[in-house]
């Protein structure tokens, strides 16, 4: 049910390897060495251990990064370090004492259980991640605990900048500035990966006026027995056309934006155990139980009853999508046919795609042709067989990145740290700082 042929494309931070997860507590000291603990900064009423220091070094150590041994660089380093401590401790002490800003303790949890289970994953079970916990000293339940912190804090900070950062004037930025900003960074940027970049319109069979009618009646009797007390899951295994039929309709949780936006209407306007009334969307005739509520999240079952597609509508659709083809090589915008399918806004203009996450029907058919070629090809999805026309706007090969391929990226983040060290100037004027390191 999660209903795209082709999603948007994201990249996604790794999150907590297990060279990371053992360095989040500090090393034993070594036999005949004594460790002494100290305040290396105070922000309001919190102090900051040079203990906490030293984790987050021997985390970064554990990622690959280089720490300066040599004291004068080390001093500098470390100096650094605590700096950006303060700044964050300061807006995470303001994000507190907003009461505006309001983190679900269900969405930490969702997120902090998936999290526990990637890293059990990583180890290969959980006794082999508690047993990597033992060796500093944690349970389980201790290192959950730490992640809920840690993404609590994190949310509420994200939270509080997204919402004062919104309200501050965009400061200037020049070209030098961004140059400057490109030239420190050049040798950290990597290597830009190939890509592709299409136009889309994906032509879907239609079912005739009668087959639609069909469905909708029968729904209809669908619901009309659900409410005089027939079994949802039962209907669901014997009647839905979907593949969540054979566990009674169930979907499990989702969250808004995960489903096509009639049903997610239906589905957040419901309270635990009510039944939907009918329910259309592209994919047919739906009927929704609402099982549980967390948060921003849904757990619902449904049936879906889906009009008949015959031999005949998929054959009008392959000839539809021939006719776009053909106005799209005499010049016709494709995005513009792609308005009259379907086709989410979307997915009609995608740009910089990385060919290896296409889907394998895509990757097959775009891989070849020439910019500017206009192919057509099937897909199947959870409604059966379309067709997509697709004509290939551009071509990147990969190497390495130019100024050009970064420089609205670099003049939004530099925007962003000019009005991030507004915000924590403002907020040092209102709370008390010490450092002593």
Excluded: C
């Excluded at 060796?135 to 959950?144: E, I």
């Excluded at 309270?271 to 929704?288: A, C, D, M, N, R």
């Amino acid at each position: 049910m999660r209903m795209r042929i082709l999603t948007a494309l994201a990249l996604a931070a790794a999150l907590a390897a297990p060279a990371a997860l053992r360095a989040q507590q500090p090393a034993p000291p070594q036999p005949g060495t004594r460790v002494w603990d100290r305040v290396v900064a105070t922000v309001g009423d919190t102090a900051i251990l040079y203990s906490d220091l030293l984790v987050e070094v021997e985390a970064m150590q554990a990622q690959g990064a280089t720490v300066p041994t040599e004291p004068a660089a080390r001093a500098t380093f470390m100096r650094t370090l605590l700096d950006r401590r303060v700044d964050d401790l300061l807006v995470l002490e303001a994000a507190r004492r907003d009461k505006s800003i309001v983190v679900d303790p269900a969405e930490v949890a969702l997120t902090v259980e998936n999290q526990i289970n990637r890293v059990q994953q990583q180890f290969g079970s959980q006794a082999a991640l508690e047993a990597e916990l033992a060796k500093s000293g944690r349970t389980l339940d201790q290192y959950r605990q730490e992640l809920t912190r840690g993404y609590s804090d994190q949310t509420l900070i994200q939270r509080y900048r997204q919402q004062r950062l919104s309200k501050m004037a965009r400061p200037a930025v020049s070209e030098a500035e961004i140059q400057a900003a490109f030239n420190d960074q050049r040798a950290q940027l990597g290597s830009r990966p190939a890509t592709i970049s299409f136009q889309q319109a994906i032509v879907k069979p239609v079912p005739t006026d009668s087959a639609d009618a069909r469905a909708h009646r029968r729904a209809e009797e669908i619901l009309a027995e659900i409410r005089r007390g027939g079994n949802f899951a039962e209907l669901a295994r014997r009647n839905s056309a979907d593949p969540s039929a054979q566990q009674g309709g169930m979907l499990g949780w989702f969250r808004q934006g995960q489903m096509v936006r009639p049903f997610e209407e239906m589905a957040y306007s419901l309270l635990p155990g009510q039944v939907s009334p009918v329910v259309k969307t592209e994919y047919g005739y739906h009927i929704i139980k609402l099982e549980k509520a967390r948060g921003p999240e849904r757990q619902a079952r449904h049936i879906l009853i889906r009009p008949e597609i015959t031999e005949a509508d998929i054959a009008a659709a392959r000839t539809r999508a021939d006719s776009f083809a053909t106005a799209a090589r005499a010049g016709a915008s494709l995005s513009e046919l792609a308005a009259r399918t379907s086709t989410p806004p979307d997915q009609r203009n995608l740009r910089d795609v990385l060919p290896e996450r296409l889907p394998p029907e895509y990757s097959q058919q775009l891989s070849a042709p020439a910019v500017g070629s206009v192919v057509t090809f099937a897909v199947n999805d959870a409604t059966g067989t379309a067709y997509v026309v697709a004509k290939i706007t551009d071509r990147r090969a990969g190497g390495e990145y130019t100024f050009t391929d970064v420089h609205d990226y670099l003049r939004d983040h530099l925007v962003e740290q000019k009005q991030m060290d507004r915000l924590v100037a403002e907020l040092r004027q209102v709370t008390a700082v010490t450092v002593s390191l």
